[in-house]
Nanobody, 118 residues
Framework: QVQLVESGGGSVQARGSLRLSCAAS????????MGWFRQAPGKEREVVAT???????YYADFVKGRFSISRDNAKNTVYLQMNSLTPDDTAVYYC????????????WGQGTQVTVSS
């Protein structure tokens, strides 16, 4: 079992920055792929960025060059540095931990609100 707690959300003006953190409890954090997803009102949840257990990263096209995902396995924490924010980035941001296998292990945090004003 993995529990995820996000923090760092808030309100910021356009072109500002925020850093989200996701602290994980449980065992074998380093063996999980971690990701950040977001969901805006009236829209489906979408992937923002992911980082594998080995450190390989993936970014959605709409955040490339602006957001950066990283992980600190010693602290059981994954981060999302968000720069050059726009109002379109307004959403609830969720942390995800996933480990392939049988069964698939898939855990979500409670989400943190990010609001960007113009």
């Amino acid at each position: 079992q993995v529990q995820l707690v996000e923090s760092g959300g808030g309100s910021v003006q356009a072109r500002g920055s925020l850093r989200l953190s996701c602290a994980a409890s449980g065992r074998a954090f380093s063996s999980y792929a971690m990701g950040w997803f977001r969901q805006a009102p009236g829209k489906e949840r979408e992937v923002v960025a992911t980082i594998s257990w080995s450190g390989s990263t993936y970014y959605a096209d709409f955040v490339k060059g602006r957001f950066s995902i990283s992980r600190d396995n010693a602290k059981n924490t994954v981060y999302l540095q968000m720069n050059s924010l726009t109002p379109d980035d307004t959403a609830v941001y969720y942390c995800n931990a996933r480990k392939s296998g049988i069964p698939l292990l898939d855990y979500w945090g409670q989400g943190t609100q990010v609001t960007v004003s113009s």
